[in-house]
């Protein structure tokens, strides 16, 4: 049995996971869902991408976490494959869950279509506090197609406002591109928070890990909402020796 | 519930939509299947485009239908974004399935592979009216691959020669594409009818539709003859709120 | 019914489509698993891409079968590409199970990308009988990511060394491309065993068939291993008329 370290992506917290920690449990692993730092609700969002990846090393190290299976969804794909550059003694495979796996030098905001650069950037200048909302129209059609209009409602409830400093951060990554450490990349067919095709996730951000494990499962961005136990079973699929 | 108004393909009519229509108001919707103008057994086929859409609209304003989900298939993509041209007071959502989106200003010929554009050409001029005939090793193969002998043999005795004319007829669509209108793509991740790939329904068509909702299934071209009840339930939860 | 001849890929054998004879013949189908020259436990490797072919065509005409529905698996492309060319007679259809569909003259590893073709010709090298030994990380990673840890090794003890001199010849293919043959493509939406994109199966493989049958399954490269009663029954949906 694994350790699983799961690692949640933009607007969300580490109580998004909690449907995913039952399931794996009951498949006997231990998981953990830490939040990273400046996010979930009523903490301050002064935070740039180092900061995230110190949050994420400080949990596992806290608790002397090992023999780990990292996984990281969206924008935490970023951040899994920084600590693997900090932490590579404590980590037995990477798991990236449409995740961002970013060529070395570049930035989340580098690895975005044109028209996101720019309604991120509008977003965050909007705000007062360099942060990014989420518009609902973009959660319900783009994110979460496969909920239940009260589903779709109920879960952007619990989203909050993205710092945009970590978004803009550019990441070496060469250590993490020289590491031998396993890696899966697990697919959700329907997503489209990265439209599909070009600037998508698949194969085009997967196909960065060279030999890699793919896993796919039918859903959006937000399976973790919509079908968590079916994301848990094919996470535990991504995740084993 | 929602009023869908389900517009057919090439060589189909109205009637090819009934387990769908069933499915639908079982579903608690109501669900219209008009047959376009030079479509159907035994009508004339000297239409264009226009005369395409034309009949489209005068069968929602004459039974007064509002708050329609509108959708089209394969060639209806050229039609539905049309009628959202027309009468958009009248819709709340589109749902593009397997269909076409035209770029401002082309035709569907323009939007098909080259070896397409040939074959459809030399089947219209080897006409006598300026139709198409879909020859059945086509049917078999490349639309319709997920039926038994049997159903692939049946359903194309239910076709009909094509009118050319909508196919060449280019098509402005400025106002389509300046539309707010929420809208989805279902995609049937086996359809044939467009060779997958550069020339592929998805992602090519589905991203011209900017911020949209991807429903995927399994399934050929034909699901509305192979696989009705699931279509059916896709096609709600495309045009669900 | 029809008569299935079964051609295996790079390091199998014909023994590795035991289960999938075993239920074409649950349906009523007669079924066959050659093994091809310089394949298989214990025997000489000296073998060209000719040998092959030659001991795929002996085993048909040896046994006086007709009306075959030929399916290769992945290597096994370029060998019923050939054999289609030797007696086509014989054939009914041709079914590529994520199989090679090289372009005219060009070998197999013309059509790898070239980090493959590297490593090929390394463990090439490497060897002293011109073969190829697959790694296990990469069998169980990129080859059958879909098994659980012991059958991901018990089936690599079922392995053998890759002759690899019928990847390097050069197929010349112009009467299998003039071929009016019926063809289907099988498509395992998870195979790694080509890159997903780019160098992937699907469509750059399939689209070579000009109009083909796609069918497609959820699965690895060796669903021949994990799932062998679905992919009997995708092989006969494919192969059917």
Not at 44 to 72: Q, Y
Request: with cysteine.
């Amino acid at each position: 049995m694994a350790t699983y370290v799961l690692v949640h992506g933009s607007w969300h917290d580490g109580s998004a996971w909690r449907a995913v920690v039952s399931r794996l449990e009951q498949l006997g692993h231990a998981a953990h869902a830490p939040t990273l730092a400046g996010h979930g609700k009523g903490v301050g969002r002064a935070v740039d991408h180092n900061d995230c990846v110190r949050s994420a090393v400080d949990f596992i190290v806290d608790r002397d976490l090992t023999e780990i299976v990292l996984v990281g969804h969206s924008f935490a794909g970023t951040v899994i494959a920084r600590v693997a550059e900090e932490i590579p003694e404590r980590l037995r495979r990477l798991v990236f869950w449409n995740a961002f796996v970013p060529e070395p030098g570049s930035s989340l905001l580098d690895e975005c279509p044109p028209h996101y650069r720019e309604m991120f950037h509008e977003l965050a200048a909007a705000s007062d506090d360099n942060t990014i909302t989420l518009p609902f129209p973009v959660w319900r059609d783009a994110f979460i197609q496969d909920a239940t209009p009260e589903t779709a409602r109920a879960t952007y409830q619990q989203l909050s406002p993205e710092p945009f400093q970590p978004f803009v951060d550019r990441l070496d990554l060469r250590r993490f591109y020289e590491s031998t450490l396993p890696k899966s990349y697990l697919n959700c067919t329907e997503d489209l928070a990265l439209p599909p095709g070009e600037w998508g996730w698949h194969p085009r951000m997967s196909s960065r890990l060279g030999t890699y494990r793919l896993v796919e499962m039918v859903g959006s961005h937000e399976v973790i909402f919509t079908d968590p136990r079916r994301l848990a079973d094919e996470i535990a699929t991504a995740g084993r020796d």
